[in-house]
């Protein structure tokens, strides 16, 4: 069957990403030559093939058909280049001298021995964990908490699994990460039929996922967590449930990966019980409803705005958007294509080439422009801007928006935010957000809302906006973690009494006197300008469970992060978050809480939680030991 395939190696060489190709060309024939040749440059506008020669990029495509032919007729390959040759692919497909302390970090996520090298060892000593959420966080954990040897129940609210992506269904729905990295490490998916996909194809990705590790049968689906209450004298949690499976369970551990986008926030403005018609919130989007020959009106232009506007502009009869802030938009010319069919043959047929195409992805996401979110000290620049990268970058944006809007250009102070980059998390770009605005059937509208009415809502203008539905594109009460969930720890310790609405934890996983309860997803895990949220579920999953491995060998029932180190690991991550884009005064966004801190975001470099996170330091716990009650039980 092979050997049929390499009739169109030539035809799918043509869609290659040229730098990937090289690494995976240098494995095929461990000629480094190709390494010494041009190297990549990549412009930020650009469309990542680093802009090499069409000569070098000719022979590339040439030398990598006939490697393939050989492939294809059963010639094995080469042994694996060198560490040091490695290490020169790094450097070459990046485009520049990777710095050294990314080196270990970013082979750890090359994986080039195949496999998957981050599944743990069994433990000695099985705990039983109770897994609150059957989203992408909590899969993960069940895979990793089961391959450990662990007894794992997993309580799901839903009917399926899939979190996010089984909620939200709204028109336009899709991930803004790149699907070859918005995926699990160890379960790579060749098939994605576009470079963004939608929810209903992520919510496919992930079902297969627990089906094809047997994760079902541990779920209770439609039961949710009431309470989770630390049994000292038992060194357990009992967990209240209701629903489907109503009673209690009992657990050595919880890992709460419940999220924090899924409940939706509703605005508070003066009538909004009042409108007649039909109203709801894009994260509820009702499957019967009919927007064709409707004036709809939509608040908020936040990341879910972005993506159903489009969608239904050409549906409704008239659509008024009511806007607070813009977002930034970042150019992606291909969010909405198909992945060809030649991307989709070589990520499954070349050696390596999907590892290095990962690689790839995971650098130019990972921390690039993350000093553009820095504020410079002493900064004295344009307005909207808080340094010399921050002020480029910024130039350079809103050069590409002004482009799309030049037929229009009144619409320019719309599309183009005041505040800083990284203020935000920007949105994927291509052309779609604005055309929609500039249809004659659809109004920006900047002015404040007022009040809500009966029949539509009204702006402070005193100008009435007649609708007959109303879509709240509001997003979600983020802060609120744990929302729902009564945690009661040690000496009857309510945790949200102790966050009083400012949630902080060791790592975003661990708290103070709540012994083996962990979050994933938790307070500052999450990320603005860089990388993917599936790389800090697999960075807290690993640690998750390396915890628990570290309860094996002091043979203890318990641990418990001490006070001192939450507390320093807290105070740093506030004063990094006060020099981020999204820290500054006068910033507003949902990565604030209630009482202006950001609890939401992590300042540092992927790299560093990564390093924090590789393995628990057992002097940052206190151990309870085992009791010879409950030995003796097992």
């Not at 705990?127 to 069940?142: E, N, T």
């Not at 009144?410 to 920007?426: D, H």
């Not at 929609?436 to 659809?442: H, I, Q, S, T």
Request: aromatic share 10%; hydrophobic share 40%.
């Amino acid at each position: 069957m092979l050997r049929s395939m390499t009739e169109d190696i030539s035809a799918h060489l043509q869609d290659a990403h040229i730098p990937s190709l090289v690494c995976a060309l240098v494995h095929m024939t461990g000629d480094t030559r190709w390494l010494e040749g041009p190297q990549p440059v990549y412009d930020f506008f650009g469309d990542g093939q680093g802009d090499l020669p069409p000569h070098f990029v000719d022979d590339v495509r040439n030398m990598a058909a006939a490697a393939m032919e050989r492939y294809c007729s059963g010639a094995g390959l080469p042994p694996q280049p060198a560490p040091a040759t490695i290490r020169r692919m790094m450097d070459f497909i990046a485009g520049a001298e990777i710095p050294e302390d990314y080196v270990s970090f970013l082979t750890d996520e090359l994986r080039l021995e195949g496999g998957d090298t981050r599944k743990p060892e069994p433990v000695r000593t099985p705990q039983r964990v109770a897994v609150i959420g059957a989203g992408m966080s909590g899969l993960l954990a069940a895979i990793r908490l089961v391959q450990a040897g662990h007894d794992v129940s997993i309580i799901e609210k839903n009917e399926d699994v899939g979190g996010t992506w089984l909620e939200n269904r709204y028109p336009g729905v899709r991930v803004d990460t790149p699907n070859h990295l918005y995926s699990y490490s160890f379960e790579a998916n060749h098939d994605w039929p576009q470079h963004y996909s939608t929810g209903d194809v992520l919510l496919s990705y992930f079902q297969r996922v627990a089906d094809k590790y047997d994760l079902r049968p541990l779920i209770r689906f439609g039961t949710s967590v009431e309470e989770c209450v630390w049994d000292e004298a038992r060194c357990c949690w009992t967990l209240h449930l209701s629903g489907e499976h109503a009673g209690t369970l009992d657990a050595d551990a919880v890992v709460s990966a419940v999220g924090q986008l899924n409940q939706p926030r509703y605005p508070e403005i003066e009538g909004r019980d009042s409108f007649a018609g039909t109203a709801f919130h894009s994260a509820r989007w009702p499957d019967d409803v009919e927007l064709s020959g409707k004036r709809v009106a939509v608040i908020g232009t936040g990341a879910s705005a972005f993506q159903f506007v489009p969608e239904i502009a050409p549906e409704a009869e008239h659509l008024s958007v009511f806007q607070r802030t813009p977002p930034w938009l970042g150019p992606t010319e291909n969010y909405h294509d198909e992945v060809s069919r030649g991307k989709s043959w070589l990520l499954e047929h070349v050696p390596f080439y999907e590892r290095w195409y990962r690689f790839w992805l995971n650098w130019t996401m990972t921390d690039g422009i993350l000093d553009a979110a820095r504020a410079e000290e002493g900064w004295n620049g344009p307005k909207g801007t808080i340094g010399a990268v921050n002020a480029e970058l910024r130039e350079a944006l809103v050069g590409e928006i002004s482009k799309q809007v030049a037929d229009k250009p009144e619409l320019l102070s719309g599309v183009v935010p005041e505040y800083p980059i990284g203020g935000k998390r920007s949105l994927r770009d291509n052309g779609v957000w604005i055309d929609a605005l500039k249809r004659p059937d659809v109004d920006l509208v900047e002015v404040p809302i007022a009040r809500i009415t009966a029949t539509g809502i009204e702006t402070e203008d005193g100008v009435h906006h007649d609708a007959d539905v109303l879509i709240y594109g509001t997003g979600f009460r983020a802060s609120d973690f744990l929302s729902g969930i009564e945690v009661r720890g040690r000496e009857g310790h309510s945790l949200h009494d102790r966050w009083q609405g400012d949630a902080r934890a060791y790592l975003g996983m661990t708290v103070p006197d709540f012994p083996n309860f962990f979050m994933l997803y938790g307070p500052n895990t999450n990320i603005v300008v860089n990388g993917s949220i599936i790389f800090f579920s697999e960075c807290s999953v690993r640690y998750v469970v390396g915890a628990l491995a570290e309860l094996d060998r002091q043979g203890a029932a318990a641990l418990d992060v001490k006070h001192s180190v939450h507390d320093r690991f807290n105070e740093r991550v506030d004063a990094e978050n006060e020099k981020m884009a999204w820290g500054q005064p006068g910033v507003s966004s949902w990565y604030k809480n209630a009482k202006g801190r950001v609890s939401q975001n992590w300042p540092f470099r992927l790299v560093d939680y990564w390093n924090a996170t590789l393995a628990p330091d057992p002097e940052d716990f206190d151990f309870t030991p085992a009791r010879p009650l409950r030995q003796a039980a097992e």
